[in-house]
């Protein structure tokens, strides 16, 4: 356990040395997160038309705000990782919030493996998703009426970097933070 821990480590702080972090500060919705400098940040908009667009291109229905850092400018990019802010007036716990969100067309949960765990120092939930061609892993830390999480890619077979990528994504999960928001 101590070794694994420790590779993990040093592979981290590895790439941590190789990559060029910025830091996106988001004072309206009291969040930051560092990103490798080369990866494009396309901040989410309501969706205005009917042209069919990936979900990582604009925001859903209760959603408040959203950022999707993309490997590159290809929207279709497999080094994806989410950042959304979400609306919870009901207060709903993240397992049922996640349950009723993540479904598919018969409206059956893809959500699944509900485990504790941190965002930003806060208590959270992490749970797999199932994407059909991958699986996705979602962070989610409740705050007041509010429910943010990151989700990324857990697996992906079609991703030949992935093990990178992976290594991209705890990076950028470790470095989220809760900051002052301009509503403070």
Not at 100 to 112: G, M, N, P, Q, V
Request: include cysteine; charged fraction near 25%.
């Amino acid at each position: 356990m101590i070794c694994i821990t420790l590779s993990l480590c040093f592979a981290m702080l590895s790439l941590a040395h190789s990559v060029n972090w910025q830091t996106l500060q988001n004072t309206e919705y009291g969040y930051s997160i560092e990103f490798p400098e080369t990866w494009q940040v396309m901040e989410l908009e309501r969706r205005t038309e009917d042209t069919p667009r990936r979900t990582t291109h604009f925001l859903m229905n209760s959603e408040l705000q959203g950022v999707t850092f993309l490997m590159d400018d290809d929207p279709l990019a497999v080094g994806i990782l989410e950042v959304r802010v979400i609306s919870n007036p009901e207060k709903l716990d993240i397992s049922q919030w996640a349950s009723e969100t993540f479904i598919d067309a018969f409206d059956s949960s893809l959500a699944y493996n509900f485990e504790p765990d941190t965002l930003g120092g806060k208590p959270a939930t992490r749970f797999t998703v199932f994407e059909f061609d991958q699986t996705g892993a979602v962070i989610a830390a409740m705050v007041e009426d509010r429910i943010y999480y990151v989700h990324f890619a857990s697996s992906n077979p079609n991703d030949e970097d992935f093990e990178n990528h992976k290594k991209i994504y705890a990076h950028m999960v470790s470095s989220f933070r809760f900051i002052a928001g301009d509503d403070e």
